[in-house]
């Protein structure tokens, strides 16, 4: 007998906005011409970029922090231009980065109960681009190593833990790049750029491993991700203005694997996938819906699912990862649409009986943990994703605080210093102990500034300061 419909066990996902009192309200979402997400999420917080006068600035929410946002909530706002793309760190759910029109890029550490007082000091500045940053994207294996692409056609790997820019990849883009993606252990990248052509690029060699021009032949922007085994799916347009998704394999690029036509709407796809389901998830921005579409090994090997369908339209859109899910629910993703003045949570999830924990809808997701730390990366390494079990719910750790040791033209002053110092120490021998706490040395009357020793016993020919 032929097979009217085929079997998935995904065929059934239905959508569901949650109510009112559970979404993000009065809040000023970004109008800057830029066709990145403005939302990012992870299992402790939602980052909305925000209209701000004066620079650029996101706002950084505790989940539970649901209802009408007041006007003054404090707001992370040390960029001097627009926030154009915002990013949470894959292995510690309080650093986030953010790319801006000021050609920097910042990393913030948030406090664990979210912001008390407006936050203007980043950790660290990270600065190499001459135009606006619109792309930023961690490792999702290696410890602070982060992705950063501006409008001046360069891709700058950074080593966020001492501020260098590690990989500058210069001349492969001749036009403005529109999005930037790793693979699944972070050994590749893909790039969809204006003129049209996808490329995957093996960063540490610098060199072009696969590309394919006019992947798309519209002239509208498109999008490029890596899937878990290895291809590509890219969102553009055709000729005609028609949306499109593809499906590569870079090894091959000449001829695309399936190639499926949407429809006429003129707003940019942006693709959001689900590694262990191998599902795709694309929302257009204007649109006021999200379709989902199964990849599999069998022909036409992306096969659409659905539609979730609501009246308003999309400003931008956060997806959160898999261990945020509520699984005693059967929730397979979780998206934080943006309106033009709230953030409205819309859950997917599969219609089960059981109460029980569905391992075929929760295989093992990747964790918090990195594999490898960005020096070893940066070496030649790689590390697969490290699995956690979400069987009996995600419970997150104790996040670390993002250190940076910069390394920089001071050290070699400083280090002269330190052997002036450990003359005087020398001579100080003799002497009786030198107090340094403060409270001893007001005890003694202060510091002198011109001997720094003879103050002890007053025998200084300064002034005492």
Known sequence: MLRVVRASKFRHVFGQALKNDQCYDDIRVSRVTWDSSFCAVNPKFV?????????????????????????AYPTVCGHTGPVLDIDWCPHNDQVIASGSEDCTVMVWQIPENGLVTGLSEPVVVLEGHSKRVGIITWHPTARNVLLSA??????????????????????????????????????????????????????????????????????????????????????????????QLALWNPQAMDEAISVHE?????????????????????????DSSIRYFEITDEAPFVHYLSTFTTKE??????YMPKRGLDVNKCEI??????????????????????????????????????????????????????????????????????????????????????????????????????????VSLSLLGGLCLGCMLETVTFSCVHTIQ
């Open 47 to 71: 980052a909305i970029i925000i209209e701000a006068s004066g620079g650029g600035a996101f706002l950084v929410l505790p989940l539970h922090k649901s209802g009408r946002i007041d006007k």
């Open 150 to 243: 501006g409008c001046d056609n360069l891709v700058i790997i950074w080593n966020v833990g001492t501020g260098e820019a590690m990989i500058q990849l210069e001349d492969m883009h001749p036009d403005v790049i529109f999005s930037a993606c790793w693979n699944r252990n972070g050994s590749l990248i893909c790039t969809a750029c204006k003129d049209k052509t996808i490329r995957v690029i093996d960063p540490r060699k610098e060199e072009i491993v696969g590309e394919k021009e006019k992947a798309h032949e519209g002239a509208r922007p498109m999008r490029a991700i890596f899937l878990s085994d290895g291809n590509v799916f890219t969102t553009g347009f055709s000729r005609m203005s028609e949306r």
């Open 262 to 286: 949407m429809d006429t709407s003129n707003g940019v796809l942006l693709p959001f996938y689900d590694p262990d389901t191998n599902v795709v998830y694309l929302c257009g921005k204007g």
């Open 313 to 318: 339209p999309q400003r931008g859109m956060g």
């Open 333 to 438: 993703a979780r998206f934080y649409k943006l309106h033009e003045r709230k953030c409205e949570p819309i859950i997917m999830t599969v219609p089960r009986k059981s109460d029980l924990f569905q391992d075929d809808l929760y295989p093992d997701t990747a964790g918090p943990d990195c594999a490898i730390e960005a020096e070893d990366w940066f070496e030649g390494r790689n590390g697969e994703p490290i699995l956690i079990s979400l069987k009996n719910g995600y419970v997150p750790g104790k996040n670390r605080d993002l250190k940076v040791v910069k390394k920089n033209i001071l050290d070699n002053k400083l280090s002269k210093n330190a052997e002036n110092t450990g003359t005087v120490n020398k001579s100080a021998s003799s002497t009786p102990s030198i107090v340094s706490s403060a």
